[in-house]
T-cell receptor
Framework: DAGVTQSPTHLIKTRGQQVTLRCSPK?????VSWYQQALGQGPQFIFQ???????QRGNFPDRFSGHQFPNYSSELNVNALLLGDSALYLC???????????FGDGTRLSIL | QKEVEQNSGPLSVPEGAIASLNCTYS??????FFWYRQYSGKSPELIMF????GDKEDGRFTAQLNKASQYVSLLIRDSQPSDSATYLC??????????FGAGTRLFVKA
C-alpha cells in the first residue's frame, strides 16, 4: 500500500524563480492538503484540494497556487520566489475532511 | 492568541516514566483532534486522533479530549528513548483547514 509520495526531495532555487512541487496521495485518499513548515515551527496550512478544486486556503499570497488532477495527485506552484519561501513543503492526503491526514516525506526548498 | 497552543518544551522524562503533552485550542467549533510525532529532519507521523470527549487509548498512547475546556492531551506510558521527538497537536476546525501547534519537544533520558 503506497503512502504519500512527494517529488523532488530537495530543490535549490534563486529569488524570483518559479517552482513546482508534486504529490501523489495515499491509495484510496481523495483529498490533498499542502503545508509549509519553517524550521522550529508547526506546519502552516496553504490550501486543500478535493475533486480538482481548491476548497480552502490559508493565509498565503496568490504566488502560491495549486492543482489537483483526476487521479487525485496534486501540484503546488510558487511564483516569484522569496528568501522567506525557504521551508519544508509537506503534502498530506486524507479521505475527505476531518479525517486523519497522512504526510509525505516533504520537499525541502532552499532559496538563494 | 494563537489558534493552537503547545508548550515548546523541552519536556524531559526518564525512561519508563509517563510523558504528558498538552494542547489548547481557541475555536470552539473544532471537531477533530490529532497528534503527530515528528523526528528531526523527517515529516510528521500520525499517532492518534480523537473526535469525542474522553479518553482514547492505543498501545502506550492515550489521547484525552475536553471540549468544554478546549483542551487535548497526549499521554505516553513507559516512555522510551525512541519516543524522543517533537509532538505536534493539530485541530480540524470543522471546515477544511487543519491548524497545527508549534510542537512540544520531548526528551526521554535512558
Amino acid at each position: 500500500d503506497a503512502g504519500v509520495t512527494q517529488s523532488p526531495t530537495h530543490l535549490i532555487k534563486t529569488r524570483g524563480q518559479q517552482v513546482t512541487l508534486r504529490c501523489s496521495p495515499k491509495s484510496g485518499h481523495d483529498t490533498v492538503s499542502w503545508y509549509q513548515q519553517a524550521l522550529g515551527q508547526g506546519p502552516q496550512f496553504i490550501f486543500q484540494y478535493y475533486e480538482e478544486e481548491e476548497r480552502q486556503r490559508g493565509n498565503f499570497p496568490d504566488r502560491f497556487s495549486g492543482h489537483q488532477f483526476p487521479n487525485y495527485s496534486s501540484e503546488l506552484n510558487v511564483n516569484a520566489l522569496l528568501l522567506g519561501d525557504s521551508a519544508l513543503y509537506l503534502c498530506a492526503s486524507s479521505l475527505n475532511r476531518d479525517q486523519p491526514q497522512h504526510f509525505g516525506d516533504g520537499t525541502r526548498l532552499s532559496i538563494l | 492568541q494563537k489558534e493552537v497552543e503547545q508548550n515548546s518544551g523541552p519536556l524531559s522524562v526518564p525512561e519508563g516514566a509517563i510523558a504528558s503533552l498538552n494542547c489548547t485550542y481557541s475555536d470552539r467549533g473544532s471537531q477533530s483532534f490529532f497528534w503527530y510525532r515528528q523526528y528531526s529532519g523527517k515529516s510528521p507521523e500520525l499517532i492518534m486522533f480523537i473526535y469525542s470527549n474522553g479518553d482514547k487509548e492505543d498501545g502506550r498512547f492515550t489521547a484525552q479530549l475536553n471540549k468544554a475546556s478546549q483542551y487535548v492531551s497526549l499521554l505516553i506510558r513507559d516512555s522510551q528513548p525512541s519516543d524522543s521527538a517533537t509532538y505536534l497537536c493539530a485541530v480540524g476546525t470543522g471546515g477544511f483547514k487543519t491548524i497545527f501547534g508549534a510542537g512540544t519537544r520531548l526528551f526521554v533520558k535512558a
